[in-house]
């Protein structure tokens, strides 16, 4: 034995020592980001439903997802490819930085005019009861969102996770100033439009200021066409996970909003974001954990999340209990009586999400390790599980039916992402062999 291997055992646990007092620290700023943009959300939220009800609560929820959706549609996953790649050492970072620029850029136009194409379509399913010319003006935050997501992941990926969390509450928070000075003459569904993207530019606008001041448009070269293709391949692949992760959670309301109408939407989505706050944990590691992997070498990552599995369960579970000893007053309180019928879909919306500290571990896991693939075939199994049993559920059960059918999902997403992280691991272990 040499003696580098006999004082392993010395340094290793001052070692993870440190890595656990980091983790905590990086993680808890996270959740604080998290907390800090629902608290916005929130209070959005209830502005709105105080302003218009149920109903403009759902054209709320509409002109976020959507847009949001065909936003990562026409980036190919950049948000989620840029941390890897501006965090790994083996890529020129005076081409990947201009890449990413260029990359941003062609996805917000190919995002607004896409809308556009699309807007009489979106008008039919989705926007009938608001007037085509929200359906055509919803176009702009498909644009402008896609500066702030990507902006978002730049940050991760420079090693600002301090920044990148901040800008999580910054996204948020924007939006209530904004909109209170619009709400002074312009109420409806124009104005949230207005209100979220003039909320997109100031937040892009904050981003790209911290981003200057830590130097990343310093000492750039030129775009790589080349090394564009292979971000775009590994964010495409990516994408597919972030994609069917925002279907599977967004799926229930977009089919629930074309059968059900706008004012059971809204009942719904008080409830979905009730619930989701149990997230706020595992969505804090994955967030700073895949930066982390994406450094490391394969060993040290798998042995990492292996030992976190558990604890990460257990902190999803802990965070649900509280939430689920207050939504039967908490909800109709703080919205209003019209509510009530949110509180049982939030009891079983807890049921299925307090999974997901596991899935947000391991899709770190998978994709700082580079198979951002794998982790979005795991995702797919939830999303086949959410879209039939949704398609099923929510036409006879309506809102009930929706989180019965997303609660399923999350379970199912979980066992199939922890599937392939053991087979990751296995592989691994028989390639070192």
Not at 61 to 82: D, E, F, K, M, W
Not at 163 to 173: C, D, K, Q, R, Y
Not at 191 to 207: M, N, P, Q, S, Y
Not at 367 to 388: D, E, N
Request: hydrophobic fraction near 55%; glycine fraction near 12%.
């Amino acid at each position: 034995m040499t003696d580098t291997q006999e004082s392993r055992p010395v340094l290793a646990p001052a070692q993870e020592s440190r890595l656990r007092r980091r983790l905590i620290a990086l993680v808890a700023g996270n959740m604080a980001g998290r907390v800090g943009a629902l608290a916005s959300l929130g209070l959005a939220t209830i502005m709105v439903a105080r302003i218009g009800g149920p109903k403009l609560v759902g054209a709320f929820t509409l002109v976020r997802i959507l847009p949001g959706l065909l936003c990562q549609l026409s980036s190919a996953g950049l948000p989620g490819a840029a941390p890897f790649f501006l965090a790994r050492d083996d890529y020129d970072q005076s081409r990947v930085r201009p890449t990413l620029a260029w990359l941003t850029v062609i996805g917000a136009v190919v995002a607004g005019v896409g809308w556009l194409a699309l807007s009489p379509l979106v008008y039919l399913v989705f926007f009938k009861s608001f007037g085509i010319w929200i359906a055509v003006a919803a176009a702009a935050p498909s644009f402008t969102q896609g500066f702030v997501s990507v902006g978002k992941g730049l940050l991760q990926g420079t090693d600002d996770q301090p920044g990148a969390s901040l800008a999580i509450a910054v996204e948020e928070f924007v939006f209530l100033p904004i909109y209170l000075v619009i709400l002074t003459g312009w109420y409806g569904p124009g104005a949230l439009i207005t209100g979220l993207v003039l909320a997109d530019i100031a937040a892009a606008a904050w981003i790209a200021r911290r981003l200057a001041r830590r130097g990343f448009f310093a000492g750039w070269g030129r775009p790589d066409r080349r090394l564009g293709r292979t971000i775009a391949g590994y964010g495409f692949r990516g994408y597919l996970g972030q994609l069917i992760d925002l279907l599977q959670l967004r799926f229930d309301m977009a089919l629930l909003g074309a059968l059900a109408g706008p004012k059971v939407l809204g009942v719904y989505t008080v409830a979905s974001k009730f619930a989701e706050l149990v997230q706020l944990p595992g969505l804090a590691v994955n967030y700073v954990l895949y930066p982390d992997f994406a450094k490391e070498d394969r060993e040290t990552a798998t042995k990492r999340t292996s030992r976190l599995i558990l604890p990460a369960l257990a902190v999803s579970a802990l965070a649900a209990l509280p939430l689920a000893l207050i939504a039967g007053t908490a909800l109709p309180w703080v919205f209003g009586d019209v509510f009530d019928d949110a509180v049982l879909p939030t009891y079983i919306r807890l049921a299925g999400v307090v999974t997901f500290g596991v899935t947000g571990l391991v899709m770190a896991y998978l994709y700082g390790v580079g198979r951002p693939g794998a982790a979005s075939t795991g995702q797919g199994i939830g999303l086949v599980v959410v879209v039939v049993l949704g398609a099923f559920l929510i036409p006879a059960h309506g809102a009930v039916g929706a989180a019965i059918a997303t609660s399923i999902s999350f379970v199912a997403t979980t066992a199939a992402l922890l599937v392939w992280f053991q087979h990751v691991k296995n592989s691994a272990s028989k390639n070192k062999g």
